[in-house]
């Protein structure tokens, strides 16, 4: 075998296996320790959400000047967000305070990803592709932008028509 055909199957060979990687995304939102109650359930929806999406979420609580005294606020209200989203994912790094900043690490849960896959195998199916469900909208976009232009086009023949 040549050096050339070894290494056009060795690049073959990485693409083949970058297809099969996913890189998993993190999203991240940051709460105070006096946090409304509206505000907090906010924030939990859009955590949901993204544990949905197959994303982990990294929730951060801010501290400043006398709340500093007052950890152990900022730590429960971790827990209760850690609670209401059990459903969708669970604790990967428990709370952990780094200097005026207290952090959680949460993952979508083993259900929430066999969904996924299921989502994305059901994708796979239908038309030969591995993309996710919110890359077809983005696909059906694109081909409506298309025909937006392609009607423009011929509106403007038939103008010069006229």
Do not use: W
Request: aromatic share 4%; hydrophobic share 25%; charged share 40%.
């Amino acid at each position: 075998m040549d050096y050339g055909k070894f290494r056009y199957q060795q690049r073959k060979a990485q693409r083949e296996s970058a297809k099969r990687t996913r890189t998993i995304e993190v999203k991240s939102l940051r709460v105070r320790p006096s946090t409304d109650e509206h505000d907090l359930n906010v924030r939990i929806r859009s955590a949901r959400k993204f544990l949905e999406k197959g994303k982990k979420v990294k929730f951060t609580v801010l501290f400043r000047g006398p709340e500093m005294r007052h950890t152990d606020i900022g730590r429960n209200v971790l827990k209760r967000i850690a609670e209401e989203c059990a459903d969708k994912g669970d604790v990967e790094q428990h709370p952990r305070q780094e200097g005026r900043q207290m952090h959680m690490l949460l993952t979508p849960n083993e259900e929430v990803l066999k969904e996924l896959a299921r989502q994305m195998s059901a994708a796979r199916q239908k038309d030969g592709t591995a993309r996710r469900p919110s890359e077809d909208k983005a696909k059906e976009d694109d081909q409506h932008n298309g025909q937006d232009e392609d009607q423009k086009g011929r509106r403007k023949a038939s103008e010069s028509d006229g």
